[in-house]
């Protein structure tokens, strides 16, 4: 469930809006903008956060808690993306946005929150500095987009930066899983034992292990359909500036 987490990409939401496509309407339209403004601001608010931490402690390691609240309250508010496509003023698939937020969000609190023993680990700076950069160029590009202004370097970063970020989220992502297996583990965190009046079980322990597996299928073909649109967008305008 986590591997669209390799969130780095996300490809859905108002990549959909940007389409030459009747857009939204004017109210949809300021309210998407106010929404990605939040969202751009809320992002680069983690990101001073992270820089101020890490100038105060001098060193990498736990700066986790030092924005751990906005992490949590900003990647929970994605959530919104989904319902912008499922109310229909961002014509995106409600499935597959569904799918990448929720595997974020999936991460954020069922994962990291849930396993504290997990948050001093480094890969957790590892996945949450590559979705900080990544989110901050991400709503920009969308908050440009939606006002007709939309700047090349955006563009740019928009198509380029993932080139590093997605292979670092994703390896982030799978050592904090991988460090959080022993404690789910021993303790059995969200787990479900037979017997019980539901006649159900369910192992976290097992499930976080499919999630991990669940990557190599997903990372080449999001990685590649990202590969695949950045010759798209920024092919077109190298063409255009060369001739």
């Avoid at 403004?37 to 030092?66: D, E, K, N, P, Q």
């Avoid at 929150?113 to 957790?124: A, F, G, L, N, Y």
């Amino acid at each position: 469930m986590s591997a669209p987490a390799m969130g780095t990409v996300k490809t859905s939401h108002n990549d959909g809006a940007l389409k030459k496509k009747k857009g939204p309407g004017a109210l949809a339209t300021a309210y998407l903008v106010i929404y990605n403004v939040v969202m751009t601001a809320g992002w680069l608010v983690i990101a001073v956060g992270l820089v101020r931490a890490y100038i105060a402690r001098g060193s990498y390691h736990g700066l986790y808690y030092s924005i751990e609240k906005p992490l949590k309250f900003f990647q929970t508010g994605a959530l919104l993306e989904i319902l912008h496509c499922a109310v229909g003023i961002v014509p995106s698939s409600v499935v597959l946005t569904g799918f990448q937020v929720l595997s974020r969000v999936f991460l954020t609190w069922a994962v990291t929150h849930s396993v504290r023993e997990v948050q001093s680990e480094d890969s957790v700076l590892l996945f949450v500095s590559a979705w900080t950069i990544t989110e901050i160029i991400r709503y920009s590009f969308y908050t440009f987009s939606l006002l007709n202004h939309l700047p090349y370097l955006i563009k740019w970063a928009r198509y380029t930066f993932f080139l590093v970020l997605y292979p670092m989220g994703v390896t982030g992502e799978l050592l904090t899983i991988y460090a959080a297996l022993p404690y789910v583990q021993k303790t059995g965190l969200y787990s479900i034992t037979l017997p019980n009046k539901y006649n159900f079980s369910f192992d976290y322990h097992t499930f976080l292990i499919l999630t991990m597996l669940s990557y190599i299928p997903l990372f080449p073909q999001l990685y590649f359909h990202m590969m695949r649109q950045r010759k798209k967008v920024l092919g077109h305008t190298e063409e255009y500036k060369t001739e």
